[in-house]
């Protein structure tokens, strides 16, 4: 799906921040199955957490994303993610979990634009919350991950630059047109 964006890259690194900067453009969003999840399960007083069950998390993020992937077929326009289906890849590497051939199956059916747009770590802005308990180091690490991915499965990555969310929005704003 040529209209469909996907920003990702390790946490903290301003990828939310900026899908609001976005949203404020009109343009909107499928919004990071694993907050969704980590919502969903912490309500429900569920196990599918990356603190508690990291293979169940995995997998309730895959329907997440599954399901997002469809709604946003209904959609008209160009549409972004908060990460896409090969994150979850990514994010079983670096949990030592095995990778499901369902989901290698459905990152290779389920594309998105060739162009991706990647966070790179920034220092400045990481900080932990009630959803986010990674350090410094896994949040280098996952966007180490996503690049691997990534590129693995034939995306062209767009590091976005280290700049404010209007900036970040603007930057964006002027490669989807062009891709």
Not at 16 to 36: F, Y
Not at 57 to 82: I, K, S, W
Not at 100 to 109: F, G, N, S, T
Request: with cysteine.
């Amino acid at each position: 799906m040529d209209r469909f964006f996907v920003i990702t890259g390790g946490p903290g690194s301003g990828k939310s921040t900026l899908l609001e900067a976005l949203a404020d453009e009109g343009l909107p969003h499928m919004p990071e199955a694993g907050r969704a999840v980590i919502r969903e399960e912490m309500a429900a007083g569920g196990t599918a957490l990356p603190w508690d069950d990291r293979e169940a998390f995995a997998d309730r993020m895959l329907v997440h994303d599954l399901h997002a992937y469809a709604q946003g077929q209904m959609r008209e326009g160009v549409l972004f993610f908060d990460r896409g289906i090969p994150d979850i890849i990514g994010y079983r590497r670096l949990c030592g979990l095995p990778i499901p051939d369902r989901l290698v199956h459905e990152a290779e059916r389920r594309r998105y634009n060739r162009h991706v747009f990647i966070a790179p770590p920034w220092a400045e802005i990481y900080a932990n919350d009630a959803e986010r308990k990674q350090d410094w180091a896994e949040a280098v690490a996952t966007h180490d991950a996503m690049v691997r991915v990534y590129e693995e499965l034939g995306y062209v990555l767009v590091p976005l630059p280290l700049v404010s969310p209007a900036e970040r929005a603007a930057f964006v704003q002027a490669r989807i047109v062009k891709a």
